[in-house]
């Protein structure tokens, strides 16, 4: 599905895995951050990287997982973020998993 979205080019396809493997723990991490503090626009802006580093993957559960949170944000409403960040941590760390056995890149 994401080699369709880019075209069929495989080498954009293990660069966009390489970047997703690269900043996704920094991403995290300043989401888990940013919710702790309360932070709304620092929740919105991680959120919103996610959810596109995710769209360009075809990764639809971790998309949707960064969607919601970028929406609690918007709203200026946490009270669900800490049950939507560990399904959004399931989905990350299951997404790096496949993206590593594609990129390639050593565990």
Do not use: W
């Not at 080019?9 to 919710?35: G, N, V």
């Not at 580093?53 to 998309?63: I, P, R, V």
């Amino acid at each position: 599905e994401a080699l369709g979205r880019i075209g069929g080019d495989e080498e954009l396809l293990r660069d966009l895995c390489h970047i997703f493997l690269e900043e996704s723990p920094k991403l995290m991490q300043r989401l888990r951050q940013a919710i702790a503090a309360g932070d709304m626009d620092d929740v919105m802006r991680a959120a919103h990287s996610l959810k596109g580093e995710a769209g360009y993957l075809g990764a639809d559960g971790t998309s949707q997982a960064a969607r919601q949170l970028e929406e609690m944000g918007h709203n200026k409403d946490l009270a669900r973020a800490s049950d939507t960040l560990a399904a959004l941590e399931q989905e990350v760390a299951r997404l790096r998993l496949d993206l590593e056995e594609l990129a390639g890149a050593p565990r």
